[in-house]
């Protein structure tokens, strides 16, 4: 079994327009080289597509590496180029700087109707453009309530990742997003823990660690609990990655919740 390194991600959303987009990420940037969490510990900047190369300018001008601190977008087509209006393809992001992207977040199943399959495409197109994916799933709150949330999840998995999948998986229940509510400690242990379960086959190893992440309401208050448990390798942050200062208590919270395993 790989040892993984924790991460923290931010995602901006269309949110944190030009000028303080870019007051963001150099006060996130300079918070990082002025109090360095544990070089396992990785951050990761989405802004909108318009940010990324102002952003990435930014990022390189405090010049902390990559593994420190990196860029990532926020969704990808699934193909190099070709006439798709108002598409942004894997090779374009990375052209800008961005290492990573997220994809199928909740908000693009939901607001775009992008399903499994589509998002399959894109871990596919990003992978081999050498973007590292970073998928959500996660179930509805009906779908919870009525005890569907385990074969919802396999079958995100089962359909939104490629065989081999190398990436970082994010679960994202989506009435925990924007709700200011988080799962219990004791089910977000289960449904990580059967995360990690049905992960394998469709790693098709068992050697190799996917990092799996939480995302939703997560702020510096719950952070250190949801970073104690051993089966989160992170948190995927929205709202509260939109001020410096927040985003960074929850990347010492995280730092300190991980500082013990990490120094092993
Ligand atoms: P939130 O968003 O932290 O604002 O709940 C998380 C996300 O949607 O990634």
New binding site residues.
């Given amino acids: 079994m790989t040892t993984v390194p924790k991460f923290v991600i931010g995602?901006w959303?269309m949110q944190a327009r030009h000028e303080y987009g870019l007051e963001l990420a150099r006060g996130v940037a300079q918070g990082l080289r002025d109090n360095p969490p544990p070089s396992r510990l990785h951050t990761i900047l989405c802004p909108p597509f318009t940010q990324l190369a102002g952003v990435h300018s930014e990022l390189d001008e405090i010049g902390l590496p990559n593994e420190q601190l990196a860029l990532g977008a926020q969704d990808c087509y699934p193909a190099a180029s070709g006439p798709f209006t108002g598409d942004i393809s894997p090779q374009m992001i990375k052209a800008l700087g961005a290492s990573y992207v997220?994809l199928g977040?909740?908000?693009r199943r939901q607001n775009h109707g992008e399903t499994d399959a589509v998002i399959r495409q894109k871990v596919k197109a990003a992978t081999a453009a050498g973007v590292t994916p970073i998928v959500?799933i996660g179930e509805h709150l009906a779908e919870r309530n009525e005890g569907r949330a385990a074969s919802v999840l396999a079958s995100q998995i089962e359909g939104s990742l490629t065989r081999g999948f190398r990436g970082i998986v994010?679960y994202?229940p989506v009435w925990?997003?924007?709700?200011g509510i988080t799962p219990s400690h004791e089910e977000l242990q289960r449904k990580l823990t059967l995360i990690r379960a049905l992960l394998p086959m469709r790693l098709m190893t068992d050697d190799i660690r996917v990092p799996v992440l939480y995302?939703?309401?997560?702020?510096s208050v719950q952070a250190p609990s949801i970073m104690s448990i051993e089966a989160v390798d992170g948190v995927?942050?929205?709202?509260?990655?939109l001020e410096a200062q927040s985003f960074l208590d929850i990347i010492t919270a995280a730092a300190e919740a991980t500082t013990p395993q990490l120094t092993s």
């Avoid at 995302?215 to 702020?219: C, D, M």
């Avoid at 995927?236 to 990655?241: H, I, Q, T, W």
């Fill in positions: 995602n959303k997220i977040h909740s908000e959500c994010a994202e925990a997003i924007g709700s995302g939703g309401s997560v702020t995927l942050v929205g709202s509260a990655s």
